[in-house]
């Protein structure tokens, strides 16, 4: 008895996803000229991306902080002038302002209405306009100066009469510098001598330290009877939540008469800075969205032509069993590894060229993660829309068409 035999087994062999990232691999792999310049053009866009969002960036960044140079985080606080009697702040006030969530630092100065001269054989009045200050060690960095020559006042200094020069003083003073290995001039300040330790660069967010001699706190109050009171209190808070310590620093100053403090305003350079961060979020992302399109579509023109080149291709790999979903597989995968290499290629070329132009400027160099993102998701995802229309194209073809195409 003869038994018919079965019929052939028609359905296509089922390709695992390293089989699809093989064939797709394999396109660029074979052509390898074409998809170096394919990829190149994908590079160059991304790292146009980088270079045009990192480089604005950097240079943000070195503005801001020339902006917030100017004072943007910094307020005063003040006894209200003109008052009869004069309003004394607390001797506490500084360590309550500190107690401010914001606040992240605090000092203060005081008049000690003395007179300072460069010696006990010259008249007071030469040196009119110069002020006495009491000060607290930790003023410079909460008013952003720096000491040009010497060093400042600190606790080895607290108890000794000693004084540091502001910028003018110091010339008016007759007293431009501190060579070293030399011995320190001294001043008179009220019947007394103060040997000068140091010498302020200028400050330009407080002209008055310019023009005064500054001495320690707790020798002021020894050597020149002053009486702990401060005249001018310095604070620096985060600068989101400056106008909140603004509207709470009077009361925080003089809980009893916080209406007879002066607070100052921020400063106009923080309405600049804020403008500033918004100006150039608007531009990275307006740049790297022409920056991914721009790439986006030469992906898409690669692989148009990469189905039309490989017409045969198809029809041959249908007329042996592949089916309509494995072809858009293949070219699919394709579009999205010439993609990512050019991601991953010009990302890394975008880094290296922001690197290189702002350690010529002297910039601080930045990256944006987000930039660094796009470059590599953002060209995988591009590669992948690009890459929809050939690959479904490409899969419409029969094996007859694709033959016979000359």
Not at 287 to 307: D, E, H, K, P, W
Not at 364 to 379: N, T
């Amino acid at each position: 008895m003869n038994q018919s035999s079965s019929p052939p087994d028609t359905n296509p062999v089922r390709l695992s996803p390293l089989d699809v990232l093989a064939l797709g691999i394999l396109g660029i792999r074979t052509r390898r000229i074409r998809a170096a310049l394919s990829a190149l053009g994908i590079s160059l866009g991304i790292a146009t991306m980088i270079v045009v969002t990192a480089i604005p960036a950097s240079s943000q960044k070195a503005l801001l902080a020339r902006l917030t140079a100017l004072g943007t985080n910094i307020l005063e606080a003040k006894p209200t002038p003109g008052q009869k009697p004069p309003v004394l702040l607390p001797e506490g006030s500084v360590a309550m302002v500190r107690r401010i969530g914001p606040v992240t630092a605090a000092s203060a100065v005081a008049n000690t209405h003395t007179v300072v001269q460069r010696s006990d054989h010259v008249d007071n009045t030469t040196y009119a306009g110069l002020t006495v200050l009491a000060a607290q060690n930790d003023l410079l960095p909460v008013i952003n100066a720096k000491v040009r020559t010497g060093r400042f006042l600190g606790p080895a200094t607290n108890t000794f009469p000693t004084a540091v020069l502001g910028s003018v003083a110091a010339t008016r003073l007759g007293i431009p510098d501190l060579p070293p290995n030399t011995p320190a001039p001294q001043i008179f300040i009220s019947d007394r001598w103060f040997t000068v330790i140091g010498i302020l660069a200028t400050t330009p967010l407080s002209p008055d330290i310019d023009r005064s001699v500054l001495v320690a706190w707790d020798a002021a109050r020894t050597e020149l009877r002053f009486d702990g009171h401060p005249t001018v209190i310095y604070v620096k808070a985060r600068e989101p939540a400056i106008e909140a310590v603004r509207s709470v620093l009077a009361a925080t100053v003089h809980p009893e008469l916080p209406g007879m403090v002066q607070v100052s305003r921020p400063s106009d350079a923080l309405a600049a800075k804020r403008a500033t961060q918004t100006t150039f979020s608007a531009l990275f992302l307006g740049l790297a969205t022409v920056s991914l399109l721009v790439g986006g579509i030469g992906v898409a023109n690669t692989m148009v032509i990469s189905v039309l080149e490989r017409r045969r291709e198809i029809g041959l790999r249908r007329a042996l069993g592949a089916n309509r979903s494995q072809i858009r597989a293949q070219f699919l995968t394709e579009a999205v590894a010439l993609s990512g290499l050019g991601g991953l290629s010009g990302t890394l070329i975008g880094t290296l060229a922001t690197l290189g132009y702002t350690t010529y400027q002297g910039w601080p160099p930045v990256i944006p993660w987000l930039s660094v993102a796009a470059g590599i998701g953002g060209a995988i995802a591009v590669g992948m829309l690009a890459g929809a229309y050939p690959s479904i194209r490409a899969s419409r073809l029969t094996p007859t068409e694709a033959l016979s195409t000359p």
